[in-house]
């Protein structure tokens, strides 16, 4: 799986778009990006993935870049229950190999009142 | 249609005791996973199991841990001997195929708590 990279920790204001960033220059034309969170002390929480075209849910907007090497999650209006740790994991969606998803250290947002 | 569950919540043993952790996937789906998470740190993988099989267990300790996954009932996490070191939140996760492994549900997990 590509390596990601994302900031340690962010700021959001009640409200406003939360706009979290992760790189992923070594990703393979058939990867994926997904995206998790776990709010604290709950199980992660599965939000959106993407190929190369934007995505949007009820949750979140998933927007890749055309070259693929980074991508940005939005969450539209951030709440206080949106303060969590966000995940950005990038991997293939058939994976022969049958290995698990791994997570790395993730941006810890913090939504302000 | 009900999520991962998993049981219990919270459990506490003594050091040396056996702690076993259950979880019941989402209906529908067979493979379930394992991870691992001590206190301000990130999740770790453990296990990777699909019906009467083990299909990744690299993320397990080589002692006194063990997970099985039978054919009927749900999956199991088993510590023998448990140490302080094994306070944690174990998370189970589950997936409809093998071929969405990114596709994840988690349930609350269980917090093991070794005095």
């Known amino acids: 799986d590509a390596k990601t990279t994302q900031p340690p920790s962010m700021d959001c204001a009640e409200g406003r778009a939360a706009n979290l960033p992760c790189n992923h220059s070594?990703?393979?034309?058939?990867?994926?990006v997904y995206w998790y969170r776990q709010i604290h002390s709950q199980g992660p929480q599965y939000i959106i993935h993407?190929?190369?075209n934007n995505e949007t849910n009820e949750m979140a907007s998933l927007i890749i870049t055309e070259d693929r090497k980074s991508s940005t999650l939005i969450l539209p209006h951030a709440t206080l229950r949106d303060t969590a740790v966000y995940y950005c994991?990038?991997?293939?969606?058939?994976?022969?190999?049958?290995?698990?998803?791994?997570f790395g250290s993730g941006t810890r947002l913090q939504v302000q009142p | 249609n009900a999520g991962v569950m998993q049981n219990p919540r919270h459990l506490v043993r003594r050091r040396g005791q056996e702690a076993r952790l259950r979880c019941s996937p989402m209906?529908?789906?067979?493979?379930v996973y394992w991870y691992r998470q001590l206190p301000e740190e990130g999740l770790k993988f453990m296990v990777y199991?699909?019906?009467?099989?083990?299909?990744?267990e690299s993320g397990m300790p080589k002692e006194r841990f063990s997970a099985e996954f039978p054919k009927e009932g749900p999956s199991i996490l088993r510590i023998q001997q448990v140490v302080r070191g094994d306070s944690a939140a174990y998370f189970c996760?589950?997936?409809?195929?093998?071929?969405?492994?990114?596709?994840?549900?988690f349930g609350e997990g269980s917090r093991l708590t070794v005095l």
């Open positions: 199991l699909q019906k009467e099989n083990i299909i990744d």
């Open positions: 070594t990703i393979s034309g058939n990867e994926y």
């Open positions: 994991i990038v991997r293939v969606k058939e994976d022969t190999g049958r290995r698990a998803l791994t």
């Open positions: 209906k529908g789906h067979s493979h």
């Open positions: 996760a589950s997936s409809l195929t093998a071929t969405n492994t990114g596709e994840l549900f």
């Open positions: 993407g190929l190369k």
